[in-house]
Antibody, heavy 117, light 107 residues
Framework: QVQLVQSGAEVKKPGASVKVSCKAS????????MHWVRQAPGQGLEWMGI????????YYARKFQGRVTMTRDTSTSTVYMGLSSLRSEDTAIYYC??????????WGQGTLVTVSS | DIQMTQSPSSLSASVGDRVTITCRAS??????LGWYQQKPGKAPKRLIY???SLQSGVPSRFSGSGSGTEFTLTISSLQPEDFATYYC?????????FGQGTKLEIK
């Protein structure tokens, strides 16, 4: 069965960087794009970007360009989302989700990133 | 960027009611739209894909319609487990964009 397992919660200081992982299993890793979506406390869902695990190419929402980097490791079927220059507004749950345009609906369990001094 | 305007932002209803939630896209997105349900502390769960196709395992009281710029999610007879927040998502164009959400509460 398809599973997306994310890394654990993080606490970071303002200005620091964070890297969240999402390990995929149960399907051919390179066959489906992976999205990152975040949700600040009490707020709605926000699409951050997408990575093609086959080529490694990524597209980022304009709001995050320059601060976000999405990468993948095909040897471990893992995608990563790095976010730099963290500020309090980046406190959120970060989700990976497999190909939101495909028929299947698969999400990671979410990773809480807290930015606090 | 394509803006997704979702309405209403909140809705009070009773068990057994029929409810409709609407998403309007700022430009045409064909049928490249999904509807998601989210409960507190949980990841979103897709109910409808391709605007009107029911996700496997989702009860048939959920239905979606629309194409182009106007989309609706209808719950034909609310059940207690349906009280949650609902979002639309367009995946026609990057950046993909969510609606602002509709919080469905018990009257």
């Amino acid at each position: 069965q398809v599973q997306l397992v994310q890394s654990g919660a993080e606490v970071k200081k303002p200005g620091a960087s964070v890297k969240v992982s999402c390990k995929a299993s149960g399907y051919t890793f390179t066959s489906y794009y992976m999205h990152w979506v975040r949700q600040a406390p009490g707020q709605g869902l926000e699409w951050m970007g997408i990575i093609n695990p086959s080529s490694g190419s990524a597209y980022y929402a304009r709001k995050f360009q320059g601060r976000v980097t999405m990468t993948r490791d095909t040897s471990t079927s893992t995608v990563y989302m790095g976010l730099s220059s963290l500020r309090s507004e980046d406190t959120a749950i970060y989700y990976c989700a497999r190909d939101l345009a495909a028929v299947g609906d698969y999400w990671g369990q979410g990773t809480l990133v807290t930015v606090s001094s | 960027d394509i803006q997704m305007t979702q309405s209403p932002s909140s809705l009070s209803a009773s068990v057994g009611d029929r409810v409709t939630i609407t998403c309007r896209a700022s430009e045409g997105i064909r049928n490249d739209l999904g509807w998601y349900q989210q409960k507190p502390g949980k990841a979103p769960k897709r109910l409808i894909y391709a605007a009107s196709s029911l996700q496997s395992g989702v009860p048939s009281r959920f239905s979606g319609s629309g194409s182009g710029t106007e989309f609706t999610l209808t719950i034909s007879s609310l059940q207690p487990e349906d009280f949650a927040t609902y979002y639309c998502l367009q995946h026609n164009t990057y950046p993909q964009t969510f609606g602002q959400g509709t919080k469905l509460e018990i009257k």
